[in-house]
Protein backbone atom coordinates (compact mmCIF):
# COMPACT_ATOMS: atom_id res chain seq x y z
CA UNK A 1 0.00 0.00 0.00
CA UNK A 2 1.44 3.39 -0.78
CA UNK A 3 1.37 5.67 2.19
CA UNK A 4 1.36 9.39 2.20
CA UNK A 5 4.77 10.44 2.71
CA UNK A 6 4.42 13.96 5.76
CA UNK A 7 7.74 15.52 6.47
CA UNK A 8 8.84 18.49 8.89
CA UNK A 9 7.88 17.49 12.15
CA UNK A 10 10.45 17.84 15.23
CA UNK A 11 8.14 15.08 17.29
CA UNK A 12 5.99 12.11 16.88
CA UNK A 13 4.60 10.96 20.22
CA UNK A 14 3.23 7.66 20.08
CA UNK A 15 -0.07 6.91 22.09
CA UNK A 16 -2.81 8.94 23.31
CA UNK A 17 -3.60 8.00 26.93
CA UNK A 18 -3.00 10.57 29.98
CA UNK A 19 1.07 10.03 29.52
CA UNK A 20 1.26 11.16 25.93
CA UNK A 21 -1.18 14.24 25.79
CA UNK A 22 0.70 15.30 28.84
CA UNK A 23 4.08 15.34 27.17
CA UNK A 24 1.88 17.25 23.94
CA UNK A 25 0.44 19.47 26.58
CA UNK A 26 4.28 20.26 27.26
CA UNK A 27 5.85 20.25 24.31
CA UNK A 28 3.54 22.37 22.79
CA UNK A 29 4.54 24.96 24.55
CA UNK A 30 7.48 25.10 22.40
CA UNK A 31 8.07 26.76 18.89
CA UNK A 32 8.66 23.18 17.22
CA UNK A 33 6.36 20.77 15.02
CA UNK A 34 4.27 18.56 17.24
CA UNK A 35 2.30 15.55 15.99
CA UNK A 36 0.26 12.77 18.50
CA UNK A 37 -0.63 9.79 17.04
CA UNK A 38 -3.28 7.47 18.63
CA UNK A 39 -3.82 4.10 16.96
CA UNK A 40 -7.83 3.93 18.18
CA UNK A 41 -10.77 5.79 17.67
CA UNK A 42 -10.48 8.43 20.55
CA UNK A 43 -8.00 10.08 22.92
CA UNK A 44 -8.31 8.22 26.30
CA UNK A 45 -9.16 4.48 25.05
CA UNK A 46 -6.32 2.32 26.87
CA UNK A 47 -5.83 2.43 30.71
CA UNK A 48 -6.69 6.20 30.59
CA UNK A 49 -10.00 5.16 30.88
CA UNK A 50 -10.42 2.95 33.40
CA UNK A 51 -8.79 3.19 36.53
CA UNK A 52 -9.54 4.18 40.22
CA UNK A 53 -9.44 7.58 39.26
CA UNK A 54 -7.07 8.69 42.40
CA UNK A 55 -4.41 11.62 42.22
CA UNK A 56 -2.35 9.99 44.99
CA UNK A 57 -0.92 11.94 47.64
CA UNK A 58 2.21 10.03 47.25
CA UNK A 59 2.67 7.90 50.34
CA UNK A 60 3.62 4.15 48.32
CA UNK A 61 6.12 4.70 46.31
CA UNK A 62 9.55 3.47 47.45
CA UNK A 63 11.61 6.59 48.27
CA UNK A 64 14.13 8.41 45.61
CA UNK A 65 12.08 6.09 42.89
CA UNK A 66 10.98 7.91 39.91
CA UNK A 67 7.29 6.82 40.68
CA UNK A 68 7.76 8.77 44.08
CA UNK A 69 9.48 12.13 42.89
CA UNK A 70 6.63 12.13 39.96
CA UNK A 71 3.86 11.41 41.81
CA UNK A 72 4.19 13.95 44.48
CA UNK A 73 5.24 16.76 41.70
CA UNK A 74 1.87 15.43 39.43
CA UNK A 75 -0.48 15.73 42.91
CA UNK A 76 0.89 19.42 43.07
CA UNK A 77 0.75 20.10 39.45
CA UNK A 78 -2.85 18.73 39.14
CA UNK A 79 -4.00 20.86 42.22
CA UNK A 80 -2.15 23.59 40.84
CA UNK A 81 -3.70 22.98 36.82
CA UNK A 82 -7.28 22.55 38.03
CA UNK A 83 -8.63 25.83 37.14
CA UNK A 84 -6.83 26.42 34.27
CA UNK A 85 -7.63 23.36 32.18
CA UNK A 86 -11.07 23.05 33.60
CA UNK A 87 -10.27 19.63 35.10
CA UNK A 88 -13.17 17.38 37.03
CA UNK A 89 -10.84 17.33 40.00
CA UNK A 90 -11.82 17.45 44.01
CA UNK A 91 -9.26 17.76 46.26
CA UNK A 92 -11.40 14.77 48.85
CA UNK A 93 -8.17 13.54 50.96
CA UNK A 94 -7.21 10.08 51.23
CA UNK A 95 -7.22 7.76 54.68
CA UNK A 96 -5.33 4.14 54.52
CA UNK A 97 -7.14 1.97 57.59
CA UNK A 98 -5.40 0.13 59.68
CA UNK A 99 -7.63 -3.43 61.22
CA UNK A 100 -4.49 -4.70 63.99
CA UNK A 101 -1.75 -3.82 65.36
CA UNK A 102 0.25 -5.31 62.65
CA UNK A 103 -1.64 -2.84 60.36
CA UNK A 104 -0.87 0.39 62.36
CA UNK A 105 3.20 -0.36 62.66
CA UNK A 106 2.63 -0.58 58.94
CA UNK A 107 1.10 2.84 58.77
CA UNK A 108 3.95 4.16 60.53
CA UNK A 109 6.29 3.29 58.60
CA UNK A 110 3.95 4.69 55.46
CA UNK A 111 4.42 7.44 57.56
CA UNK A 112 7.84 8.04 57.42
CA UNK A 113 8.10 7.34 53.50
CA UNK A 114 5.18 9.71 53.19
CA UNK A 115 7.53 11.94 54.71
CA UNK A 116 10.44 11.46 52.10
CA UNK A 117 8.65 11.90 49.52
CA UNK A 118 7.37 15.08 50.73
CA UNK A 119 3.67 14.19 50.85
CA UNK A 120 2.31 17.14 52.32
CA UNK A 121 0.46 17.21 55.50
CA UNK A 122 0.80 13.74 56.02
CA UNK A 123 -0.50 12.33 59.86
CA UNK A 124 -1.75 9.15 61.22
CA UNK A 125 -5.42 9.98 62.96
CA UNK A 126 -6.78 8.11 66.00
CA UNK A 127 -9.60 5.88 65.95
CA UNK A 128 -12.20 8.13 67.46
CA UNK A 129 -10.56 10.94 64.51
CA UNK A 130 -10.95 8.06 61.81
CA UNK A 131 -14.60 7.87 62.53
CA UNK A 132 -15.77 11.53 63.01
CA UNK A 133 -14.19 12.34 59.81
CA UNK A 134 -15.88 8.78 58.31
CA UNK A 135 -18.63 7.58 60.50
CA UNK A 136 -19.44 4.29 57.73
CA UNK A 137 -16.13 2.64 58.13
CA UNK A 138 -16.02 -0.73 60.06
CA UNK A 139 -16.15 -0.17 63.50
CA UNK A 140 -13.12 -2.72 63.53
CA UNK A 141 -10.93 -0.12 62.64
CA UNK A 142 -7.82 1.09 64.89
CA UNK A 143 -6.28 4.50 63.30
CA UNK A 144 -5.35 5.31 59.79
CA UNK A 145 -3.23 7.68 57.84
CA UNK A 146 -4.41 10.81 56.57
CA UNK A 147 -3.73 12.21 53.21
CA UNK A 148 -4.93 15.77 52.93
CA UNK A 149 -3.43 16.22 49.34
CA UNK A 150 -4.86 13.13 47.97
CA UNK A 151 -7.80 13.86 45.39
CA UNK A 152 -10.32 12.44 42.78
CA UNK A 153 -10.05 13.21 39.40
CA UNK A 154 -12.36 11.91 36.02
CA UNK A 155 -8.96 9.71 34.22
CA UNK A 156 -9.84 10.93 30.52
CA UNK A 157 -11.25 14.54 31.32
CA UNK A 158 -7.43 14.82 32.00
CA UNK A 159 -6.37 13.68 28.89
CA UNK A 160 -9.05 15.65 26.92
CA UNK A 161 -7.68 18.73 28.72
CA UNK A 162 -4.23 18.27 27.79
CA UNK A 163 -5.12 16.85 24.37
CA UNK A 164 -7.28 20.19 23.25
CA UNK A 165 -4.62 22.52 24.87
CA UNK A 166 -1.81 20.86 23.06
CA UNK A 167 -4.44 20.87 20.05
CA UNK A 168 -4.94 24.96 21.05
CA UNK A 169 -1.45 25.68 20.69
CA UNK A 170 -0.77 23.89 17.39
CA UNK A 171 -0.16 19.38 18.16
CA UNK A 172 -1.64 17.60 15.12
CA UNK A 173 -3.46 14.79 16.78
CA UNK A 174 -3.66 11.65 14.30
CA UNK A 175 -6.31 9.30 15.49
CA UNK A 176 -7.23 5.77 13.88
CA UNK A 177 -3.41 5.61 13.26
CA UNK A 178 -1.14 2.47 14.46
CA UNK A 179 2.54 2.96 14.63
CA UNK A 180 3.84 -0.39 12.77
CA UNK A 181 7.53 0.60 12.80
CA UNK A 182 10.39 3.20 13.02
CA UNK A 183 13.25 3.46 10.95
CA UNK A 184 16.60 5.67 11.66
CA UNK A 185 16.20 8.27 8.96
CA UNK A 186 18.50 11.51 7.88
CA UNK A 187 17.94 13.86 10.27
CA UNK A 188 16.25 11.48 12.94
CA UNK A 189 13.14 9.11 12.34
CA UNK A 190 10.90 7.74 9.54
CA UNK A 191 7.97 6.60 11.19
CA UNK A 192 5.65 4.34 9.76
CA UNK A 193 2.24 4.30 10.28
CA UNK A 194 -1.46 2.25 8.61
CA UNK A 195 -1.31 5.76 6.75
CA UNK A 196 1.22 7.78 6.47
CA UNK A 197 5.42 7.89 6.88
CA UNK A 198 6.36 10.71 9.14
CA UNK A 199 9.62 12.28 8.93
CA UNK A 200 10.64 13.40 12.63
CA UNK A 201 13.76 14.63 14.33
CA UNK A 202 12.62 13.07 17.82
CA UNK A 203 10.18 10.54 18.59
CA UNK A 204 8.49 10.00 22.34
CA UNK A 205 7.05 6.47 23.09
CA UNK A 206 3.96 6.63 25.29
CA UNK A 207 2.23 3.60 24.01
CA UNK A 208 1.38 1.99 27.64
CA UNK A 209 0.92 -1.89 27.21
CA UNK A 210 2.56 -1.65 23.81
CA UNK A 211 5.40 0.75 25.20
CA UNK A 212 7.74 -2.68 25.10
CA UNK A 213 7.14 -3.61 21.73
CA UNK A 214 7.52 0.83 20.19
CA UNK A 215 10.67 0.54 22.34
CA UNK A 216 12.08 -2.71 20.48
CA UNK A 217 10.85 -0.52 16.93
CA UNK A 218 12.97 2.01 17.44
CA UNK A 219 16.11 1.09 19.82
CA UNK A 220 15.65 -3.15 19.83
CA UNK A 221 14.62 -5.27 22.58
CA UNK A 222 15.12 -3.74 26.28
CA UNK A 223 12.18 -4.62 29.10
CA UNK A 224 8.70 -6.37 28.80
CA UNK A 225 5.45 -4.59 29.44
CA UNK A 226 2.98 -7.93 31.53
CA UNK A 227 -0.20 -6.55 31.76
CA UNK A 228 -2.32 -6.97 35.06
CA UNK A 229 -6.02 -6.61 35.23
CA UNK A 230 -8.54 -4.55 38.04
CA UNK A 231 -12.26 -4.91 38.18
CA UNK A 232 -14.28 -2.41 40.08
CA UNK A 233 -17.64 -2.16 40.73
CA UNK A 234 -19.36 0.96 40.15
CA UNK A 235 -22.66 1.98 42.40
CA UNK A 236 -25.93 4.42 41.73
CA UNK A 237 -25.63 7.85 43.04
CA UNK A 238 -27.92 6.73 45.80
CA UNK A 239 -25.09 5.75 47.99
CA UNK A 240 -23.53 9.10 47.77
CA UNK A 241 -22.07 10.37 50.65
CA UNK A 242 -21.67 6.95 52.51
CA UNK A 243 -18.08 7.83 52.24
CA UNK A 244 -16.30 11.44 51.28
CA UNK A 245 -12.66 10.52 51.43
CA UNK A 246 -11.38 7.72 49.38
CA UNK A 247 -10.83 4.48 51.87
CA UNK A 248 -7.59 2.67 51.54
CA UNK A 249 -6.70 -0.62 53.26
CA UNK A 250 -2.89 -1.09 54.29
CA UNK A 251 -1.24 -1.99 51.47
CA UNK A 252 0.38 -5.67 50.22
CA UNK A 253 3.19 -6.64 47.71
CA UNK A 254 0.00 -6.73 45.34
CA UNK A 255 -0.54 -3.06 45.30
CA UNK A 256 -2.54 -0.58 47.10
CA UNK A 257 -5.38 -2.71 47.55
CA UNK A 258 -9.51 -2.72 47.26
CA UNK A 259 -10.11 1.28 47.70
CA UNK A 260 -13.78 2.46 48.53
CA UNK A 261 -13.97 6.13 47.02
CA UNK A 262 -16.66 9.00 45.39
CA UNK A 263 -15.76 9.63 41.89
CA UNK A 264 -15.88 13.32 40.88
CA UNK A 265 -19.54 12.61 39.55
CA UNK A 266 -21.13 11.61 43.21
CA UNK A 267 -21.01 7.81 42.24
CA UNK A 268 -18.81 5.41 44.62
CA UNK A 269 -16.51 3.00 43.17
CA UNK A 270 -15.01 -0.12 44.89
CA UNK A 271 -11.62 -1.54 43.77
CA UNK A 272 -9.70 -3.40 42.38
CA UNK A 273 -8.06 -6.33 42.23
CA UNK A 274 -4.98 -7.39 40.60
CA UNK A 275 -4.61 -10.42 38.60
CA UNK A 276 -2.90 -12.14 35.46
CA UNK A 277 -4.33 -10.70 32.66
CA UNK A 278 -5.17 -13.01 29.14
CA UNK A 279 -3.71 -10.79 27.20
CA UNK A 280 -3.11 -6.51 26.41
CA UNK A 281 -6.78 -6.56 25.35
CA UNK A 282 -8.28 -8.80 27.71
CA UNK A 283 -10.73 -6.31 29.88
CA UNK A 284 -13.28 -9.08 30.78
CA UNK A 285 -14.98 -8.81 34.28
CA UNK A 286 -15.55 -12.46 36.14
CA UNK A 287 -17.82 -13.05 39.04
CA UNK A 288 -15.20 -14.24 40.87
CA UNK A 289 -12.65 -11.40 41.10
CA UNK A 290 -15.83 -8.97 41.40
CA UNK A 291 -17.71 -10.77 44.44
CA UNK A 292 -13.70 -10.34 46.14
CA UNK A 293 -13.79 -6.61 45.14
CA UNK A 294 -17.14 -6.59 46.75
CA UNK A 295 -16.04 -8.56 50.13
CA UNK A 296 -12.81 -6.51 50.33
CA UNK A 297 -14.79 -3.05 50.14
CA UNK A 298 -17.19 -4.14 52.88
CA UNK A 299 -14.68 -4.74 55.03
CA UNK A 300 -13.80 -0.99 55.45
CA UNK A 301 -17.66 0.07 54.59
CA UNK A 302 -19.50 -2.63 55.91
CA UNK A 303 -23.15 -0.90 54.87
CA UNK A 304 -21.98 -0.94 51.36
CA UNK A 305 -25.33 -1.61 49.26
CA UNK A 306 -24.32 -4.05 46.15
CA UNK A 307 -27.93 -4.36 45.08
CA UNK A 308 -27.25 -0.60 43.83
CA UNK A 309 -24.45 -1.60 41.38
CA UNK A 310 -24.43 -0.50 38.14
CA UNK A 311 -22.33 -1.47 35.97
CA UNK A 312 -18.61 -3.80 36.51
CA UNK A 313 -15.05 -2.91 34.14
CA UNK A 314 -11.89 -3.88 34.29
CA UNK A 315 -8.74 -1.60 33.57
CA UNK A 316 -5.45 -2.96 31.81
CA UNK A 317 -2.04 -2.15 34.18
CA UNK A 318 1.25 -1.62 32.10
CA UNK A 319 3.66 -3.68 34.54
CA UNK A 320 7.19 -3.20 33.38
CA UNK A 321 9.77 -5.69 34.40
CA UNK A 322 12.07 -2.50 35.73
CA UNK A 323 9.26 -2.14 38.64
CA UNK A 324 9.79 1.59 38.26
CA UNK A 325 8.97 4.23 35.13
CA UNK A 326 10.71 3.82 32.52
CA UNK A 327 11.89 7.82 31.23
CA UNK A 328 14.78 8.01 29.26
CA UNK A 329 16.12 8.03 25.90
CA UNK A 330 17.88 5.31 24.93
CA UNK A 331 19.29 6.14 21.21
CA UNK A 332 19.55 9.89 20.34
CA UNK A 333 16.45 11.27 19.71
CA UNK A 334 13.70 8.49 20.83
CA UNK A 335 12.52 9.11 24.36
CA UNK A 336 11.01 6.24 26.40
CA UNK A 337 7.81 7.15 28.85
CA UNK A 338 7.32 3.56 29.22
CA UNK A 339 6.06 0.98 31.90
CA UNK A 340 3.46 3.93 33.74
CA UNK A 341 1.67 1.75 36.06
CA UNK A 342 -0.24 3.41 38.47
CA UNK A 343 0.34 6.30 39.80
CA UNK A 344 0.70 7.16 36.55
CA UNK A 345 -2.47 8.81 36.32
CA UNK A 346 -1.13 11.24 39.24
CA UNK A 347 1.98 11.47 38.11
CA UNK A 348 1.17 12.55 33.84
CA UNK A 349 1.44 16.02 34.17
CA UNK A 350 5.09 15.86 35.89
CA UNK A 351 5.75 12.80 33.69
CA UNK A 352 4.90 15.29 31.03
CA UNK A 353 7.79 17.54 32.21
CA UNK A 354 10.32 15.08 32.28
CA UNK A 355 10.15 13.30 29.17
CA UNK A 356 8.98 16.91 27.63
CA UNK A 357 11.77 18.94 28.27
CA UNK A 358 14.01 16.38 27.37
CA UNK A 359 12.72 15.99 24.17
CA UNK A 360 12.95 20.20 23.74
CA UNK A 361 16.31 19.82 25.04
CA UNK A 362 17.42 17.20 22.33
CA UNK A 363 15.71 19.60 19.73
CA UNK A 364 17.35 22.38 21.11
CA UNK A 365 13.67 24.36 21.09
CA UNK A 366 12.55 27.22 21.81
CA UNK A 367 9.93 28.63 24.10
CA UNK A 368 6.78 29.78 22.06
CA UNK A 369 5.91 33.61 22.63
CA UNK A 370 2.53 33.23 22.66
CA UNK A 371 0.72 30.17 24.76
CA UNK A 372 -2.38 29.39 25.28
CA UNK A 373 -2.83 28.69 29.14
CA UNK A 374 -6.29 28.20 29.22
CA UNK A 375 -8.79 25.29 28.54
CA UNK A 376 -12.28 25.66 28.94
CA UNK A 377 -14.25 22.99 29.65
CA UNK A 378 -17.86 21.50 28.37
CA UNK A 379 -20.58 24.20 30.22
CA UNK A 380 -22.85 21.76 32.05
CA UNK A 381 -26.39 23.70 32.21
CA UNK A 382 -27.74 21.26 35.04
CA UNK A 383 -24.73 22.39 37.77
CA UNK A 384 -25.69 26.34 37.13
CA UNK A 385 -27.58 28.21 38.90
CA UNK A 386 -31.22 28.64 37.27
CA UNK A 387 -30.87 31.78 36.14
CA UNK A 388 -28.03 31.37 34.21
CA UNK A 389 -29.13 27.84 32.83
CA UNK A 390 -31.74 30.12 31.36
CA UNK A 391 -30.18 32.32 29.76
CA UNK A 392 -27.77 29.59 28.40
CA UNK A 393 -30.99 28.08 26.94
CA UNK A 394 -32.44 31.23 25.65
CA UNK A 395 -29.05 32.03 23.55
CA UNK A 396 -29.15 28.00 22.38
CA UNK A 397 -31.98 25.76 22.52
CA UNK A 398 -30.54 23.05 22.40
CA UNK A 399 -29.11 22.94 25.67
CA UNK A 400 -32.66 22.92 27.20
CA UNK A 401 -33.25 19.29 25.38
CA UNK A 402 -32.44 16.67 27.67
CA UNK A 403 -31.14 13.75 25.71
CA UNK A 404 -29.26 11.60 28.81
CA UNK A 405 -32.14 11.41 32.04
CA UNK A 406 -29.71 9.79 34.17
CA UNK A 407 -27.28 11.90 34.08
CA UNK A 408 -29.49 15.25 32.81
CA UNK A 409 -27.39 15.75 29.93
CA UNK A 410 -28.93 18.36 27.09
CA UNK A 411 -28.60 18.10 23.15
CA UNK A 412 -25.81 20.98 23.34
CA UNK A 413 -23.40 19.54 25.37
CA UNK A 414 -23.47 16.89 23.12
CA UNK A 415 -22.98 18.49 20.03
CA UNK A 416 -19.98 20.58 22.08
CA UNK A 417 -18.56 16.96 22.67
CA UNK A 418 -18.73 16.25 19.14
CA UNK A 419 -17.25 19.71 17.90
CA UNK A 420 -14.61 18.67 20.12
CA UNK A 421 -13.84 15.31 19.14
CA UNK A 422 -15.72 12.80 19.83
CA UNK A 423 -17.00 10.38 16.45
CA UNK A 424 -18.14 7.68 18.57
CA UNK A 425 -20.90 6.86 21.60
CA UNK A 426 -17.96 6.54 24.16
CA UNK A 427 -16.56 9.51 22.74
CA UNK A 428 -19.60 11.61 23.51
CA UNK A 429 -19.92 9.56 27.24
CA UNK A 430 -16.95 9.78 28.43
CA UNK A 431 -17.02 14.20 27.52
CA UNK A 432 -20.60 14.64 29.08
CA UNK A 433 -21.37 11.46 30.91
CA UNK A 434 -24.22 11.16 28.37
CA UNK A 435 -24.76 7.21 28.95
CA UNK A 436 -22.84 6.83 31.91
CA UNK A 437 -25.67 6.61 34.60
CA UNK A 438 -28.19 4.55 35.90
CA UNK A 439 -29.83 3.23 32.80
CA UNK A 440 -26.22 3.06 31.31
CA UNK A 441 -27.56 4.51 28.04
CA UNK A 442 -30.61 2.34 27.42
CA UNK A 443 -32.98 5.24 26.77
CA UNK A 444 -30.42 7.95 25.70
CA UNK A 445 -28.05 5.82 23.08
CA UNK A 446 -30.66 5.87 19.72
CA UNK A 447 -31.10 9.48 20.57
CA UNK A 448 -27.23 10.21 21.01
CA UNK A 449 -26.63 8.22 17.62
CA UNK A 450 -29.07 10.26 16.08
CA UNK A 451 -26.64 13.53 17.22
CA UNK A 452 -23.72 11.60 15.83
CA UNK A 453 -24.84 10.96 12.75
CA UNK A 454 -26.78 14.40 12.18
CA UNK A 455 -23.08 16.18 13.32
CA UNK A 456 -20.71 14.22 11.79
CA UNK A 457 -22.55 12.46 8.59
CA UNK A 458 -21.75 9.24 9.28
CA UNK A 459 -24.41 6.89 8.44
CA UNK A 460 -26.31 5.51 11.45
CA UNK A 461 -25.30 2.06 10.54
CA UNK A 462 -21.40 2.98 10.95
CA UNK A 463 -22.14 4.52 14.59
CA UNK A 464 -20.24 2.37 16.77
CA UNK A 465 -19.59 2.32 20.23
CA UNK A 466 -15.66 2.95 20.29
CA UNK A 467 -14.44 2.16 16.80
CA UNK A 468 -14.71 -0.26 13.81
CA UNK A 469 -15.81 -3.76 14.79
CA UNK A 470 -18.48 -2.19 17.22
CA UNK A 471 -21.60 -0.62 15.50
CA UNK A 472 -24.73 -0.72 16.99
CA UNK A 473 -26.90 -1.47 14.01
CA UNK A 474 -26.47 -4.62 12.10
C1 LIG B 1 -6.75 -0.94 37.62
C2 LIG B 1 -5.95 0.32 37.56
C3 LIG B 1 -6.08 1.31 38.52
C4 LIG B 1 -5.30 2.46 38.47
N1 LIG B 1 -5.53 3.46 39.37
C5 LIG B 1 -4.80 4.59 39.30
C6 LIG B 1 -5.05 5.66 40.18
O1 LIG B 1 -6.00 5.66 40.93
N2 LIG B 1 -4.23 6.73 40.16
C7 LIG B 1 -3.16 6.79 39.32
O2 LIG B 1 -2.41 7.75 39.38
N3 LIG B 1 -2.94 5.81 38.41
C8 LIG B 1 -3.74 4.73 38.37
N4 LIG B 1 -3.54 3.75 37.46
C9 LIG B 1 -2.49 3.90 36.47
C10 LIG B 1 -2.91 4.81 35.32
O3 LIG B 1 -4.20 4.49 34.88
C11 LIG B 1 -1.90 4.65 34.19
O4 LIG B 1 -0.61 4.87 34.71
C12 LIG B 1 -2.12 5.63 33.06
O5 LIG B 1 -3.46 5.64 32.61
C13 LIG B 1 -1.19 5.26 31.91
O6 LIG B 1 -1.40 6.15 30.85
P1 LIG B 1 -0.65 5.96 29.48
O7 LIG B 1 -0.93 7.16 28.68
O8 LIG B 1 0.78 5.58 29.74
O9 LIG B 1 -1.29 4.64 28.83
P2 LIG B 1 -2.64 4.45 27.98
O10 LIG B 1 -3.76 5.19 28.53
O11 LIG B 1 -2.79 2.98 27.80
O12 LIG B 1 -2.26 5.12 26.58
C14 LIG B 1 -1.41 4.52 25.64
C15 LIG B 1 -2.01 4.74 24.27
O13 LIG B 1 -1.09 4.30 23.27
C16 LIG B 1 -1.84 3.80 22.19
N5 LIG B 1 -0.96 2.96 21.38
C17 LIG B 1 -0.35 1.82 21.76
N6 LIG B 1 0.39 1.33 20.75
C18 LIG B 1 0.26 2.19 19.71
C19 LIG B 1 0.77 2.20 18.38
N7 LIG B 1 1.58 1.25 17.91
N8 LIG B 1 0.41 3.24 17.56
C20 LIG B 1 -0.42 4.24 18.01
N9 LIG B 1 -0.94 4.23 19.26
C21 LIG B 1 -0.60 3.24 20.11
C22 LIG B 1 -2.96 3.04 22.88
O14 LIG B 1 -4.06 2.82 22.03
C23 LIG B 1 -3.28 3.94 24.07
O15 LIG B 1 -4.36 4.82 23.80
C24 LIG B 1 -4.33 2.60 37.46
C25 LIG B 1 -4.23 1.62 36.46
C26 LIG B 1 -5.04 0.50 36.49
C27 LIG B 1 -4.98 -0.47 35.38
Not at 56 to 82: C, E, F, M
Not at 213 to 222: D, I, K, T
Not at 232 to 238: P, Q, R
Not at 430 to 452: D, K, N, T, Y
Request: proline share 5%.
Amino acid sequence: MDRERLSGYDAVIIGGGCVGTAIAWYLSRYDIRICLVEKESDISEGTTKANSGIVHAGYDPLPGSLKATLNVRGNSLIHQLAQQLSLDFRPNGALVIAFSAEDVRTLEGLLERGRRNGVPGISILSRSEVLSREPNLSPGVQAALFLPTSGIICPFSLAYAFAENARDNGTEIRLREEVLSIQAAEGGFDVRTSRAVIRTRCVVNAAGLYADEVHAMAAGPGFSITPRRGEYVLLDKSEAGIVGSTIFQVPTAAGKGVLVTPTVHGNIMCGPDNIAAGGKDDLSTVGQGLAYVMASAARSVPSLDFRKVITSFAGLRAHPDSGDFIIGMPVPGFIDAAGIESPGLSASPAIGEMAGSMAAEYLGARRRRHVIEERKGIVRPASLPMEERRRLIASDPLYGNIICRCEEVSEGEIVEAIRRGAATLDGVKRRVRAGMGRCQSGFCMPRVMEILSRETGIPMEDICRNGEGSEVII
